[in-house]
């Protein structure tokens, strides 16, 4: 909508839009963030967008950051598709919405891989170190015969003797 094609723009509109540009542009202080999100969970069945506008146009904004900003939050949205913007990551930085290449997905690959392993050495590793102890401190300790009780119990698993 132009201001050509309406001469005499509906003030409410107006002062909708620029409550949008300004949340969009992520002008908006924090502490009324804050205070909205209180209200609005203090009323979850209806939105009092009356308050919403008059409290973010109550905060005081330079039109030149708000212009730049707003042009770099349509630019935004404009590259996410028209979607949401992402909600903010607990790492931080927000999400760039590019898929992983094959090169980074093999990187993690591997990555994983190797935690696994190094985790699948150390578990072993102190399984057979709790065994060599107990053989040590108990001579009369024979592993094998808890394998003979697991096979009577369970002879599914462990098979026929």
């Not at 203090?42 to 308050?51: G, L, T």
């Not at 028209?82 to 090169?103: H, N």
């Not at 190797?114 to 590793?125: C, D, E, N, P, Q």
């Not at 102890?133 to 003979?148: A, C, G, M, S």
């Amino acid at each position: 909508m132009s201001e050509t094609e309406n001469p005499n723009p509906d003030p409410l509109l107006t002062r909708v839009g620029e409550v949008s540009l300004r949340m969009m542009a992520r002008t908006v202080p924090a502490d009324t963030v804050q205070h909205l999100q209180a209200r609005l969970y203090a009323q979850p069945d209806e939105y009092p967008w009356e308050d919403v506008v008059d409290a973010v146009l109550a905060d005081p904004v330079d039109p030149s950051e708000l212009l730049n900003r707003g042009l770099q939050g349509q630019r935004d949205w404009v590259l996410r598709g028209g979607a949401a913007a992402a909600p903010a990551r607990p790492g931080g930085g927000a999400r760039t919405g590019r898929p992983k290449t094959l090169k980074v997905r093999g990187k993690t690959l591997v990555a994983a891989a190797i935690v696994r392993s190094g985790f699948f050495v150390l578990y072993t590793a102190v399984v057979v170190g709790i065994l060599i102890l107990l053989r040590h401190k108990f001579p009369w300790f024979d592993i094998y015969r808890v394998l003979e009780w697991l096979r009577e119990v369970l002879p599914g698993v462990f098979g026929p003797r």
